[in-house]
């Protein structure tokens, strides 16, 4: 996973079917997945060694969101960048949050409304 200031480092696959779409990209692309210990079920989708994304069933806070792509961009602060977010004329969907492990993440929308996520990884122990 990538970590440098504004470049996108991950990208994650939110369905509602994690079993067709696992059969289907590691069909399409070979790659793998590995099963990611944590609270919420979750898949890291693998080529060989390297971690390229993830995968999860889309949870009842999401509401009715279509299964999707999401792509996030690497910060130094989620809080920081987020505080910027509506100043700037942008939404935020989800506030900064921890991923117990990860990092902090926050989800946000640009002034015409394209989302992205933003990402701050927790420095390694």
């Given at each position: 996973?990538?970590?440098?200031?504004?470049?996108?480092?991950?990208?994650?696959l939110?369905?509602?079917?994690?079993?067709?779409?696992?059969?289907?990209?590691?069909?399409l692309?070979?790659?793998?997945?590995?099963?990611?210990?944590?609270?919420?079920?979750?898949?890291?989708?693998?080529?060989?060694?390297?971690?390229?994304?993830?995968?999860?069933?889309?949870?009842?806070?999401?509401?009715?969101?279509?299964?999707?792509?999401?792509?996030?961009?690497?910060?130094?602060?989620?809080?920081?960048t987020?505080?910027?977010?509506?100043?700037?004329?942008?939404?935020?969907?989800?506030?900064?949050?921890?991923?117990?492990?990860?990092?902090?993440?926050?989800?946000?929308?640009?002034?015409?409304?394209?989302?992205?996520?933003?990402?701050?990884?927790?420095?390694?122990?």
């Amino acid at each position: 996973m990538a970590n440098e200031h504004g470049t996108f480092c991950w990208n994650e696959l939110i369905t509602t079917n994690v079993e067709q779409a696992k059969e289907f990209y590691t069909n399409l692309l070979g790659w793998k997945t590995e099963t990611w210990p944590g609270d919420i079920p979750y898949s890291i989708l693998k080529i060989g060694d390297k971690q390229v994304g993830g995968l999860m069933a889309r949870t009842p806070a999401m509401g009715e969101a279509p299964p999707h792509w999401m792509a996030y961009i690497a910060v130094d602060n989620v809080d920081e960048t987020a505080s910027k977010v509506e100043s700037l004329g942008g939404k935020i969907y989800v506030p900064p949050s921890d991923i117990p492990g990860v990092g902090r993440f926050s989800i946000i929308a640009d002034p015409a409304g394209a989302t992205v996520g933003l990402l701050t990884i927790k420095a390694a122990d």
